[in-house]
C-alpha cells in the first residue's frame, strides 16, 4: 500500500476498454481506496484525455506515437506526464507510486509490461488471459519469485478464487469453469457455415469488445480460460471441466476431495470481479443490481459441443502438448479473428487455421522469453500465410 495514505493507487494498462472503463466507475465510486495513477491506451486519445482530465493521474500512455503531440498540447495545462510508445507501459508500471496493475490490454501485447510490473513487486489485477496462456510458466515463476499477487478479473477465475478463500489447507478435487455458450448455442456445423460477424458480436449476456466476443462465439474463450486456470490455480488438465450455463449467473465452482461444491453467483456484471480484485482481501459496499432467485426460475446446465465448437478441445490439446503449443494458438487466434472480423475469413475457417499452425510452427518443450517471443512471431506469420 502507498506509504502516504491507505489509498491503493491503481496502474490501468487499457484505460479506454470494457474491463478499463468499468474500473474507472469503480474507482470514481471509491475515491476513498482508490487512485487512478496510471492510465494508458492504444490509440483511442480522446478518450484517455478525458479520463486522465476527470481522474488526475500522475502520467498517461498513448502506445500510438502518431497521437502524442495531441495528448500532450490536451494536458498541457495539467502535471500529468505524457508518454508515448509500446515501451512505455514497462516504464510506468514500475513507478514507485504504484501499488497494483490492472492489466487489462487485449491479447500477447499484455505480457511484455505485465512481466515488468512482477519484477517492480507490483500486485497484479489480471483481466489480460493471454498473459497466462502465452507464458503461464514464466509468469507464475516470476510472481513467487518476487512475493508478488496475481489476483484474477475474469469472472470466472475470480469465482474460482473466491470459493478457494479460506480453503487453502483442503485439496482440491477439480473446478469447473462455466461459459455462456455465446450466440450461436446449439447450433450446427451446417448452421454456422455462413454466419456473420454482427452475428457473432451479439453476446447474449456480456457486453465486452469486439475480440474477446468473437472468442466467447467460437468458445475458444474459454479455451483460453482452461490454460488460465491451469496457471492460476495449479491444477493439472483433468482438474479443469467446462459446463455451458446459458443464464452466467454461477460463474464457476470448485469440487472439494471430499465431492462437496462451491459456486459463485451474481449477476452478470464485471464490475465485481473489477472490484473484488482491486479491494482483495476485502469486499467492498456498493449499489450494483443483485441478484434475485425469483428473476431466475431455471439454472440450466449442458455439456459443451466440442465437435462443432473446435475451439475449447484445440485448447485442451494446447496444454496437453505443453512447451510454447498455447502461444501458438493464442498468436494464430488473434490472425484469425482479426480475418474475420474483416470478412476476410469464415467462422468456422479460424479453427481449421488454428489447429494447422498447431501442427506447423516449431515446438518447443521448455521455452525461454525470447522463445515466446519468437513463437509468437512465427504463429501470426504461417496463420496470414493459411488466410491468403
Given at each position: ?35 487512478a ?91 489480460n ?25 475474469d ?41 456473420t ?33 491451469k ?28 465431492g ?68 501458438v494458438?493464442?498468436?494464430a ?20 487455421v ?35
Amino acid at each position: 500500500m502507498n506509504q502516504f495514505n491507505n489509498i491503493k493507487r491503481i496502474a490501468i494498462l487499457g484505460s479506454s476498454g470494457s474491463i478499463g472503463t468499468q474500473a474507472l466507475a469503480v474507482i470514481e465510486a471509491n475515491p476513498d481506496k482508490f487512485k487512478a495513477e496510471i492510465l494508458t491506451v492504444n490509440g483511442n486519445a480522446e478518450l484517455l484525455i478525458q479520463q486522465a482530465l476527470k481522474f488526475n493521474p500522475r502520467a498517461v500512455v498513448i502506445a500510438d506515437e502518431t497521437k502524442y503531440q495531441l495528448v500532450k498540447q490536451a494536458l498541457a495545462s495539467t502535471s500529468i506526464s505524457v508518454l508515448a510508445g509500446e515501451p512505455a507501459l514497462s516504464e510506468v508500471v514500475a513507478f514507485d507510486s504504484v501499488d497494483m496493475v490492472l492489466t487489462a490490454l487485449v491479447g500477447y501485447v499484455g505480457l511484455k509490461p505485465t512481466i515488468a510490473a512482477i519484477k517492480a513487486g507490483k500486485d497484479i489485477a489480471l483481466a489480460n488471459k493471454e498473459t497466462l496462456v502465452v507464458a503461464g510458466d514464466l509468469v507464475t515463476e516470476l510472481a513467487q519469485a518476487h512475493n508478488v499477487n496475481i489476483l484474477p478479473v475474469d469472472s470466472e477465475h475470480s469465482a474460482i478464487f473466491q470459493c478457494l478463500v479460506g480453503e487453502e489447507n483442503n485439496p482440491v478435487e477439480k473446478i469447473i469453469l462455466t461459459a455462456s455458450g455465446g450466440p450461436f448455442r446449439g447450433k450446427g456445423i451446417q448452421e454456422l457455415q455462413h454466419v456473420t460477424k454482427q452475428q457473432a458480436l451479439k453476446h447474449p449476456n456480456w457486453s465486452m469488445g469486439a475480440k474477446i466476443t468473437i472468442d466467447s462465439a467460437s468458445l475458444m474463450n474459454k479455451g483460453l480460460e482452461v490454460i488460465e486456470a491451469k496457471w492460476l490455480f495449479d491444477l493439472a488438465i483433468d482438474q479443469i471441466e467446462v459446463v455451458v450455463h446459458p443464464q452466467s449467473i454461477v460463474h464457476s465452482l470448485v469440487q472439494f476431495t471430499d465431492g462437496s461444491l462451491k459456486a459463485q453467483l451474481g449477476l452478470p456484471d464485471m464490475k465485481l470481479p473489477i472490484q473484488y480484485a482491486m479491494a482483495y482481501p476485502q469486499r467492498i459496499k456498493n449499489d450494483f443490481p443483485r441478484f434475485s432467485f425469483a428473476d431466475f426460475a431455471n439454472l440450466s446446465f449442458e455439456a459443451p459441443d466440442i465437435k462443432t465448437f473446435r475451439n475449447l478441445a484445440l485448447a485442451f490439446d494446447a496444454l496437453a502438448i505443453g512447451g510454447n503449443c498455447p502461444c501458438v494458438i493464442n498468436a494464430a487466434n488473434e490472425i484469425v479473428v482479426d480475418a474475420f472480423l474483416k470478412e476476410k475469413i469464415g467462422f468456422l475457417q479460424m479453427s481449421d487455421v488454428i489447429e494447422e499452425c498447431m501442427q506447423k510452427v516449431t515446438k518447443v518443450a521448455k521455452p525461454s522469453y525470447e522463445d515466446y517471443v519468437f513463437t509468437d512471431k512465427e504463429a501470426r506469420i504461417k496463420a496470414l500465410e493459411l488466410i491468403s
